[in-house]
């Protein structure tokens, strides 16, 4: 897998994802920043918001040297109903088979933005049709979806 460092820098990805209108849409607040160095020497940043009212948090990683990585949503509401109390988008996406999703929006579009380009902006636009479109019902806290963690990082 060939990375591009980006160009942007961490200030600037940090800013608009603080920023990003479609989280505040949503009535997802900042709630902090979590750094943390992998074993195998990477650091990564986690973008921390949550929803009180929806029970939500989503989690935005981010590797300085590398671009942009998962994105987690977790619930964090206790109920017999939850099995896997969170999920990365990538999960989700591979668990629903990439059927249903709104226009411009395809596996080979998804693996271009995470892959390729490690770019902010195709990759906020990309998540934010997911999120106000098949995904803002979990989003809002109205329904949950039990996905399976897959340890395997594959687009299936």
Same mark, same amino acid.
């Given at each position: 897998?060939?990375?591009?460092?980006?160009?942007?820098?961490?200030?600037?990805?940090?800013?608009?994802?603080?920023?990003?209108?479609?989280?505040?849409?949503?009535?997802?607040?900042?709630?902090?920043?979590?750094?943390?160095? &992998?074993?195998?020497?990477?650091?990564?940043?986690?973008?921390?918001?949550?929803?009180?009212?929806?029970?939500?948090?989503?989690?935005?990683?981010?590797?300085?040297?590398?671009?942009?990585?998962?994105?987690?949503?977790?619930?964090?509401?206790?109920?017999?109903?939850?099995?896997?109390?969170?999920?990365?988008?990538?999960?989700?996406?591979?668990?629903?088979?990439?059927?249903?999703?709104?226009?411009?929006?395809?596996?080979?579009?998804?693996?271009?933005?995470?892959?390729?380009?490690?770019?902010?902006?195709?990759?906020?636009?990309?998540?934010?049709?997911?999120?106000?479109?098949?995904?803002?019902?979990? &989003?809002?806290?109205?329904?949950?979806?039990?996905?399976?963690?897959?340890?395997?990082?594959?687009?299936?």
């Amino acid at each position: 897998m060939k990375y591009v460092i980006p160009s942007e820098g961490e200030d600037y990805v940090l800013e608009r994802v603080l920023n990003w209108h479609c989280l505040k849409s949503l009535h997802y607040k900042f709630y902090k920043t979590k750094s943390e160095t &992998l074993q195998n020497g990477i650091e990564v940043k986690e973008f921390i918001f949550r929803n009180q009212r929806a029970k939500r948090i989503i989690e935005i990683d981010y590797y300085p040297r590398i671009g942009l990585g998962h994105v987690f949503v977790r619930n964090v509401k206790k109920d017999k109903e939850t099995t896997f109390p969170s999920f990365t988008v990538e999960g989700w996406l591979n668990r629903r088979g990439w059927s249903d999703l709104p226009d411009g929006l395809s596996k080979e579009k998804y693996i271009q933005i995470m892959d390729v380009t490690k770019k902010i902006e195709p990759f906020l636009e990309f998540i934010e049709k997911l999120f106000l479109g098949p995904l803002k019902p979990i &989003l809002t806290g109205e329904t949950w979806e039990n996905v399976p963690w897959d340890d395997v990082y594959v687009y299936k």
